[in-house]
């Protein structure tokens, strides 16, 4: 993950304020300098650390901890929405709604332009496709500048099952105008344009372009960034911007040993989102880039927000009233938990929802273990069922003889009783951790 290396220096710094901690400003004050040097470690720009942290440091002037709040996760909570916004509040949404026109895609040499035009023709059909509309995508380069480069489209368009236009002419602004012609003649809905790099930005690349871009009116124009060259990815951003202008972003290659520092510092220094991640160099390598997301992994809290939307998606509507109830109250009954097994079930395996929880992203758990995991809750079920409505609702009550009766009526041994207690303190403990974020909201 691109910003795996500030995840792993900030998600520990909260652990020093501990759960009865307090924010004195010299504590704050020594947090906010480490958490300043871990920026700079990953690479971003001064002014941009800078920023960031007086931004921090302006809501927790003065504030005092809401009661019944750590101040670790206080903390954390204000870093975490300071972050989201940082990094651009919302998923763009450019590309979701680019149906018609033009995308065109910009970028210096070797920054991924290419792979990435069969990339974005691929998920922009992909996701029309999810709200039943097909969209005829025609994929064109204008890059004549290097051999080679055109029949390199024609190839991963065609792995990618996307329409390749090959122009006739070899001046690019020829060519752009004669694949146009073909798109509105063929009623292609979307044309996406891949163009010439250079190795440095230079005049008569930025020349060609907006002659391009003047030619085609693109309804969303793309800058590609390598996520790879850091900081210099900035200053090319900004003198596209002042020259051309562009509507978002791609980074690629933040599989690659990123800093993150160059992604971290975008948005703030150019004011405009990232629309999408280069994940790879295959075509089904881009994912939309989610502020939300980049934000909770940032802080050690895994991938909340995905685990949400898909439980939002997939858990019917009474059941989740009944967790939202039970996290708004911190009070979660055996019967809640009952209900939340067989939700999990249908989420699919415990797998799917492990690699969304709080610590568990970067654990990978063994198959064994994993089945282990689902036996279990199946065994969980059972007891729940052969325990009054009484039990289910006041665990407190149950002592040893409720146990073994519990346990006799379940076909199951008195330490598997108690297992389920345990793990049933544990989750309401999470639970609970989970709601103070407010990151489990009800359905709207
Ligand atoms: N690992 C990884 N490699 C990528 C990604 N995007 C592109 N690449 C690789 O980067 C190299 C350059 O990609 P191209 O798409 O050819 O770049 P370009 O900007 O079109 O290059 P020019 O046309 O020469 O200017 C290729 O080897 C791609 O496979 C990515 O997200 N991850
Ligand atoms: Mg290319």
Known sequence: MMFDFLAKKISTLFDRFGRSGRLTP???DDFLRTVHDSLLDADVPLAVGDAFVNDVRSVLTGVTIPSGLAADDFLKKVVYERLVSFLGGQVTDCLVSANRGVVLVMGLQGSGKTTTVAKLGRLIRERNECDKRSLRVMVASVDFYRPAAIDQLALIAQQASL???RPQESDPTVAARAALSYQKEHGY???ILDT???L???GEMLDELCTIKSIVKPSVSLLVLDAMTGQESLRVATTFNEKIGFDAAVLTKTDSDTRGGAAFAFRYALKKPIAAVGTGEKSGDLALFHPKRAASSMLGMGDLESFVELANARIRDEDQKRLTRALSTGKLTLEDFACQIDAISRLGSISQVLKFLPGMASHSVSPEKL????QEMRRFKVIIGSMTRKERLLPAVIDTSRK?????GAGVAMSDVQDLLNK???????????GRFGLFRGRK
């Not at 073994?404 to 006799?408: E, G, H, L």
């Not at 049933?424 to 989970?434: G, R, T």
């Open 196 to 198: 010439a790099g250079r």
């Open 163 to 165: 329409f390749f236009y």
């Open 371 to 374: 089945e282990e995991g689902e």
């Open 189 to 191: 809905d979307l044309l």
């Open 26 to 28: 010299v504590a704050i």
């Open 200 to 202: 440095h930005v230079d």
């Open 424 to 434: 049933f303190s544990e989750m309401q403990h999470l639970m609970k951790q989970m």
């Open 404 to 408: 073994k009766r519990i346990a006799r």
